[in-house]
Structures are given as C-alpha cells and as structure tokens.
C-alpha cells in the first residue's frame, strides 16, 4: 500500500517569504522534517489556473491546453471587463493531457478534491470526491452554481452544512470553510490523493502589495489552515503514512503604473469601441496582468495579421519604457505557450497591462484614476520572486534542499510518491525523495 499524498497551493507563495514562514509553527514544522525546494520556476503567463494545471500535469500550457485564467472575449455587452472577469477557465474539461489525479483513479487510489483551479465540472477527469472552485454566480443561484461545478457526492455531503450559509454578497473569503470540508474528507473519507488551494495570501499581496506588512498576517492565516489539515490527519489516523506538500503557484511584482495599450490599438484603427465597449476590430488585447494576448477576429486575414504586428511594433517603438518585448506564436510556443491568439505582448516589469478601451494609455499607480491592483503576475517566469515547494512525511527525505526547479518537476514528484505513471510529465522528479 503507497503511502498518502495531501497536496495544498498556498496561491502566490514566494521563496522569498521563508524567513517568516520560520516563526510559522506549521510551516516551520514540514521545513525542519522535509524538503525545501526554492527558486521554483513557473511556466508562461504566471497566472493561477494555469500553473496550478502544469503542477498536476506536469506539462506547458502548449500541452495541457489552459493558457489563462479566462477564455479571451471581446466585451461588446459587458463593461466589467478585467483581469478578474467572470468567464474563468473553470471546467476540468479545459485541460487537453491526463493528470494526477486521472492515473491515481486508473491505480484505484481514492481521490478528494477541494478548490483546485480548472478542476470544475463532473465528468471523468476530476476527483471521486470534488468540491470546485468557481465564481458562485455562474448561475442564478449559489446552488446551481455549485451542483454545476461539483461530483454529486460532494454536493449532497457538503454545501448545505457548508457552503449555504455563506452569504457571498458580503464576502468571498472561502477559505475558513474549504478547510472545514478538506478536514472531514481526511476524517470521513480517508483519501489517498488530496488536493486543496488556498487563496488567502494571493488576494493579500494583489490590494495590500507584494511586500505588505499584511502579507505575514496572510501566512499566518495560511499556516493556520495547514495546521487544521495536520490535525485532522492526526485525528483520523493517517498522519504518519502521509506525505504533504505546501506548493505556490506564482509570485507577484509591484505595479509601477498601467499601460492601456487597446488605447493605441483604437488610435490605429485595430478597434474600434464606445462606451468602454468594443463596436468592431481585427484584435484587441486581453490581459494576463503584465503581460496580454493579441486575439484576432475570426477569418482575420494574413494581412490583418500583419497590420496589427506592425501597430505593436509601432506601440512598442513610441513607448519603449512600456513593452519589453512582442511574441509572435511561434516563439510562444517556444516558451510552452499556445492557444487562440496571434502573439503576446510582455511589458517592461513593473507596467501592468489594462485592458481598458478608452481614457489615458499610462496611469500611475499613484494616480486617483487608478483603481486596481497594487502587485500583480501574469509575466514570463524569468521575472518576479519564484515560488516555493515544501514538504515533509514518509516518502521525503529529512533535510534535503533544493534550488532552482520547474514548477513541473513537482508533477513527477508527486506520481513516484503515488507510484504512479502520469503521460505528459517529462521532467525528472525533484531530488528530494527517499
């Protein structure tokens, strides 16, 4: 019998933040009797669904097929059109290669999971047990959403104890109580594979910074969480047999200023919009928060194509401080980038990418007309604080240190704990095993 795995994301947990995570006694507690991987590489954007999709597949978005947190549109009819949109990539159904969770079924491992990006919907390819991660108002009501989103299983054992009295009109903190489910699912379920994501520290670092005082509270409350999931184990007479592994997904950069660049495409007839709504175009950019996909209208011709790179050019040439460099999709690709665009726009670090159609093309952070994020991500990975991989239990080796990994190195890892055998996931495992 392979020994249990419990995997939980920390969003947006940084090599950096380590020293702090010393004080934590959860935290503190898997670093002293485990591993510690540093300098933890993402792939391209550094977006949350998409890395936390390679960290389970072991493979580039090219391959798994989540190249965004959202499917791109064009806003003719929603006005709330931002990073944070509505039209996330929820649905398992996204994902294009077998993942962890896929060859832990096919060895007949039971497998739980609350809250893990890109991992909605019922269908084959999510946990027997599956409580998603969704915005709670895809539907008319919270409970439409959820039954939507969730294995029927899950949905009957957990949202009317749950999920129903949270009122997300006030909040959208989930946390505190997606921990209480992952904690009767240790309990009451006794899972071979777990997974869980926490988002407490990313939605800190984006309003407060990427350095903020807030940020140690954050840990704080994270390092909580993790040690409600230890007890729980304790509880349910696991804890020895189990492996868990604290992962990030991204780091964040503070914003310096905001460049609206479908403001230059508008000024060179690419788009054309009224009232911050787009009225026709041959491509718009949608951002990824410092950097944003070029998306062309459909039957774009290679002229069209070649008209918008040459305006990006033109933009990159009249504000040089702003872009840093323009991806045309073969050299996407190259980074293990693909999906429905015609090239990629990267900024010069610290210059987050708007998606708004009129108004001023920069605005300083500092300005009152700026209302957003004080850090962000969504660069290319060779930017930023590189993320963090911990972990401690049976299969890991006490003391083993390790710097300078791809974020899809943990996938493998994770299969040779399982003994399991996951088809895209290429890399070597991390040296941190026994």
């Known amino acids: 019998m392979k020994n249990k795995l419990y995997i939980i994301s920390v969003d947006a947990l940084e090599s950096q933040d380590i020293e702090i995570l010393k004080t934590l006694p ?110 709670p108002h895809l539907f008319p009501s919270v409970r439409e959403s959820y039954a939507a989103s969730c294995t029927p299983n899950a949905m009957e054992r957990y949202y009317d104890k749950y999920v129903a009295p949270f009122d997300f009109s006030k909040s959208i903190d989930v946390d505190p109580f997606n921990v209480e489910i992952v904690c009767d699912m240790i309990e009451n379920l006794n899972p071979d594979l777990l997974l869980h994501h926490i988002i407490t520290l990313d939605a800190v670092r984006h309003k407060n910074g990427n350095n903020s005082e807030k940020v140690r509270l954050a840990l704080a409350r ?70 944003g996909l070029i998306i062309m209208k459909d039957g774009a011709t290679e002229e069209d194509k070649n008209r918008v790179y040459r ?36 900024t010069v670090e610290g210059v987050s990418l708007g998606n708004a159609l009129s108004g001023e093309t920069v605005i300083s952070v500092n300005s009152p007309d700026y209302h957003y994020y004080k850090s962000n991500h969504g660069y290319h990975p060779s930017k930023g604080p590189k993320t963090l991989f911990i972990a401690c239990g049976p299969n890991i080796r006490q003391g083993a240190r390790v710097n300078g990994v791809s974020i899809m190195q943990e996938c493998p890892t994770f299969a040779e704990i399982l003994g399991v055998t996951v088809k895209e996931a290429k890399l070597p495992p991390i040296d941190i095993l026994k």
């Open 222 to 291: 994270a390092d909580g969480f993790i040690g409600k999931i230890i007890e729980a184990s304790k509880r349910a007479g696991t804890f020895e047999e189990t492996n868990f592994a604290i992962v990030g997904d991204h780091g964040q950069i503070c914003v310096k200023e905001q460049f609206n660049i479908n403001v230059e495409l508008n000024k060179r007839g690419i788009l054309g919009q009224k009232d911050g709504l787009i009225t026709d175009y041959t491509a718009y950019s949608f951002s990824c928060g410092f950097s």
């Open 26 to 135: 959860n935290f503190s507690y898997i670093m002293e009797n485990g591993a510690v991987v540093t300098g933890v590489r993402e792939v391209y954007p550094t977006l949350t669904n998409v890395n936390h999709v390679s960290i389970i597949t072991g493979a580039t978005p090219a391959v798994h097929g989540v190249f965004h947190n959202q499917h791109p549109y064009a806003p003719n009819a929603d006005s709330n059109w931002n990073v944070i949109g509505f039209n996330w990539m929820w649905e398992s159904s996204n994902i294009r290669c077998e993942t962890l969770i896929d060859a832990a079924k096919k060895a007949g491992l039971k497998t739980c999971c609350c809250t893990w990006p890109s991992m909605g919907g019922t269908g084959g390819n999510v946990a027997e047990w599956n409580v998603a991660e969704i915005w």
């Open 311 to 346: 305006a990006l050019v033109d933009i990159a040439n009249e504000y040089p401080d702003k872009i840093e460099r323009i991806f045309t999709q073969e050299e996407a690709a190259e980074e293990g980038l693909a999906g429905p665009f015609a090239f990629v726009v990267e």
